[in-house]
C-alpha cells in the first residue's frame, strides 16, 4: 500500500482511513440529524473522532454517535466498517497493550514483532466481529465494543496454549468437564501426521499448525504467503485445533 511502511493490522487501518478522507466529498455524518448538540452540518468522520475524543463530548452523545456508526457500520459495511474501526483506534491500541501483558507476559517492554502483528490482527478481527454483535440498546457501546473484542481475543488464545496432549498430573485437579491439555514432549508434528491418518485434521490444516504452532511462522506470514485472509485463517486453525482437542480427550477417558 502506497506510502505506508508498517504491516501492523492497527497502523493499515489507519492509513486505510486517511485514504478514505482525502478528496472533495469525505464521509461525513448529518449533524442536523444527530442532533445531541453537534454542529447542524454534515461532520467529516476525521473531526467527528476529534470531537469524541474531547472532553468537553458527553457520555450521552459519544454514546448516541456511536449507535449511529455501529448500525451504518453493520448495514453499508465498507467505507463504513472503515469509519467505525478508525474511530475506535485508541481504544483497539489500549486494548493491544491490555492484552500483550495478559497473552505475552513476558513481552509486556519489548514485544516480539511477529505477535504483535498476529495480535493487533485477531484484536481488528474481533472488534469487526464486535460491531456486528453488540447490543445498540445497551449503555455504553464503546465499553462494551472493547469487552467483546477482549473477551474474543482472550477465548481464542486459551486453546493454543495446550491442544494436543493431556498432563496426567493435572487432570485429576481439573474441575469437572474441563481436562488441561498441554503440548507433548517428542515431536508433535507426528501426532499431527496421526491425525491426518485418522481423519481428525487436514494435512493443510496439519501444515497450518505445524507452521504457525511448531515452527514460529506468525499467522500473519503465513496468510500473506498463502494468499488468505487473516480472518479465515484463523477460524481454520481454531477448528482444526478444537477438533484435536476434542480427538484427544476421547482417547484418554
Given at each position: ?82 469509519a467505525a ?38 484484536v481488528l ?45 493435572l487432570i ?82
Open positions: 500500500m502506497p506510502g505506508l511502511a508498517s504491516s501492523l493490522a492497527l497502523d493499515v487501518a489507519e492509513h486505510a482511513f486517511d485514504l478514505l478522507m482525502r478528496g472533495p466529498d469525505p464521509l461525513s455524518v448529518d449533524g442536523v440529524a444527530l442532533g445531541q448538540g453537534l454542529p447542524a452540518r454534515p461532520i467529516p468522520m476525521d473531526e467527528l473522532r476529534m470531537m469524541l475524543l474531547h472532553p468537553s463530548c458527553t457520555r450521552m452523545t459519544r454514546d448516541h454517535v456511536w449507535r449511529h456508526l455501529i448500525e451504518q457500520a453493520r448495514t453499508h459495511r465498507g467505507a463504513w466498517m472503515v474501526v478508525a474511530l475506535a483506534l485508541p481504544m483497539l491500541r489500549r486494548l493491544v497493550t491490555t492484552l500483550t501483558t495478559k497473552i505475552h507476559p513476558e513481552q509486556a517492554d519489548r514485544p516480539i514483532r511477529a505477535d504483535r502483528e498476529d495480535l493487533e490482527a485477531e478481527a474481533a472488534y469487526m466481529e464486535a460491531l456486528t454483535r453488540v447490543n445498540v440498546a445497551w449503555s455504553h457501546p464503546v465499553l462494551r465494543l472493547s469487552r467483546l473484542t477482549q473477551f474474543t481475543v482472550l477465548r481464542a488464545y486459551a486453546p493454543q496454549r495446550p491442544v494436543l496432549l493431556a498432563d496426567p498430573d485429576d485437579r481439573a474441575e469437572p468437564g474441563q481436562q488441561p491439555l498441554t503440548y507433548p514432549a517428542g515431536h508433535p508434528d507426528l501426532l499431527l501426521a496421526q491425525a491426518v491418518a485418522e481423519g481428525v485434521i487436514t494435512e493443510a490444516e496439519a501444515e497450518l499448525i505445524g507452521l504457525t504452532r511448531l515452527e514460529g511462522v506468525s499467522l500473519s506470514s503465513y496468510c500473506r504467503r498463502r494468499g488468505l485472509l487473516y480472518c479465515t485463517a484463523l477460524k481454520r486453525r481454531q477448528r482444526a485445533e478444537n477438533a484435536l482437542s476434542r480427538a484427544l480427550l476421547e482417547h484418554i477417558r
